[in-house]
């Protein structure tokens, strides 16, 4: 038992008597409020976290990184060596932003066909977690909004190099051509050379030659990306109606156009150090072992047609293309 006095004026005390019982109650119901707070708390942070983490995956980071990583290998090639890090920021935060939110945009618009292929049903839009899809949209616009006007921060030839990607990947490849014509990925693949020419640019506040090969050796890159790509996923691709140069051609005919892009991409890298005043022997040694190895994977797609060797030139590609443009960051610094 507790006892508790409470004194009225200065003659009478009134003593209350509070069972003990009464006393673990109040203490338990505190407790249950306070752990029912803090679950609450948890659970609203979880799913804070989880909708950040929806709409992140939204944007396709495991494609826009490379092409930010480009562009910003771009910047440092157009730079060599000499940094602003304030226009390296811009410049980056301006790539991220465009390429992400073009790739939202893409996922609101082919979110039909996303959900009919098995590779891209488990998409945010097609499985559900994003709901309306016009959040989709609104955020693809809003973060493409920002790309741009940060781009018009940087330079003018900026400005026009990341309205010119934004409409070749979403008007033209994503709108207009890749329902309908198996060259949508040739069409499309410009606008993968537009961040490096951000990049290029916004070091040097104009577009010379070199800045137009580096984007070149990327416009050059995605075809034989793409394609091996399809080949791995055609059923998936003729399920949805998309004509993927692998679904509308013979498989051998599709295997000859990704070996000869594979190799015409190969000779153009060996062949950029002369228009360069940066790249010397650690980019032609790179560029000669990392070629060397995507020659032998297209090679190995000639001979044996398997969905696993296809898959496995698929995910080398990227790997090269970030070494090529890792060797040119740090010979800029050389």
């Not at 004026?9 to 409020?33: H, L």
């Not at 803090?38 to 494609?63: C, D, E, H, M, W």
């Not at 996922?107 to 488990?122: F, G, L, P, Q």
């Not at 030839?157 to 051509?177: H, K």
């Amino acid at each position: 038992m507790k006892a508790r006095r409470q004194t009225f004026g200065s003659n009478v005390d009134i003593v209350a008597v509070i069972p003990r019982e009464g006393v673990e109650t109040i203490s338990s119901k505190n407790t249950d409020v306070a752990d029912e707070l803090t679950g609450t708390a948890q659970l609203t942070t979880s799913s804070i976290a989880s909708t950040l983490r929806t709409y992140f995956v939204l944007t396709k980071p495991n494609v826009w990184w490379l092409l930010v990583f480009t562009g910003i290998g771009g910047y440092f090639a157009g730079s060599q060596g000499s940094l602003d890090p304030m226009t390296l920021a811009v410049t980056a935060l301006s790539l991220v932003a465009g390429c992400a939110g073009a790739e939202a945009v893409s996922n609101y618009i082919e979110r039909d066909i996303d959900a009919i292929m098995s590779r891209t049903r488990r998409r945010p839009i097609p499985s559900g977690k994003i709901s309306p899809p016009e959040r989709a949209l609104y955020l693809g616009l809003a973060l493409t909004s920002v790309g741009i006007a940060t781009s018009a921060l940087i330079n003018f030839y900026a400005l026009i190099f990341m309205v010119f990607g934004v409409l070749d990947y979403v008007v033209v490849y994503v709108m207009l051509t890749k329902r309908r014509t198996p060259l949508n990925v040739i069409l499309g693949s410009f606008a993968g050379g537009a961040p490096a020419l951000i990049g290029y640019t916004a070091a040097t506040g104009f577009p010379d030659l070199y800045g137009w090969l580096l984007a070149a050796l990327i416009v050059l890159w995605i075809p034989s990306h793409v394609w091996s790509l399809a080949m791995k996923y055609k059923e998936d691709y003729r399920r949805a109606g998309v004509p993927m140069l692998p679904v509308v051609l013979d498989e051998r005919k599709a295997i000859r156009c990704i070996v000869s892009t594979v190799v015409l991409l190969v000779a153009f890298s060996l062949a950029l150090p002369p228009f360069s005043h940066t790249l010397g022997p650690l980019y032609m040694a790179s560029a000669s072992l990392m070629g060397g190895l995507l020659l032998l994977l297209s090679l190995k797609t000639a001979i044996d047609p398997s969905f696993e060797n296809f898959w496995r030139l698929f995910k080398f590609s990227s790997p090269y293309l970030a070494v090529l443009f890792a060797v040119i960051i740090v010979e800029s610094f050389v």
